[in-house]
């Protein structure tokens, strides 16, 4: 049995590398290139992220940064496999990557906020420890000195016998 219905429409990501050798100024219209490729093949956008210039974990094609490019849409699966072709052949992509992406419920984003949200506070709870033993450790350092130098004292003095 199937997870979705068949009247739902398929939801994919997709994530691409767009060359560096491009400013940011000529991004724009190669967005739109990979945005109209995607709405030919009667997909719905329903979000696009830029992520900025990047470096790459190793060159692709003699480059080692990239643009990143996330985009969000629906699409009818059949159509999906001629946009990956068109996408292998434009130049100016180095990479791309779709895959198949549920759609989340509200409940489950809250749940998902909820559990960042727990993350963080423990976080929080443990730069603060941490903190607290920092200080400890330059406390005794400090008593460790006035040892030292009491120590000193002593054994300056000439009535040690």
Known sequence: MSKTKSSEIPHYELLYIISNKFSED???????KVNKII????????HTEEWGKKRLAYPIKSFG????????????????????????MTSEI?????VKKKIKSVEEIEK??????KIAAKAEKEKKITKEKEKL????KINLKEL???LDKILETDDLL
């Open 26 to 32: 000529e991004l724009a219209p190669l967005i739109q």
């Open 94 to 98: 180095l990479r791309h990557q779709i």
């Open 112 to 117: 998902e906020k909820k559990i960042s949200e």
């Open 39 to 46: 709405a030919d093949y009667s997909g719905i956008i329903t």
């Open 137 to 140: 450790v330059d406390k005794e």
């Open 65 to 88: 940064y990239g643009y990143y490019i996330l985009v969000e849409f629906n699409l009818i699966g059949e159509k999906l496999k001629e946009i990956d072709r068109l996408l292998r």
């Open 148 to 150: 030292d130098e009491k």
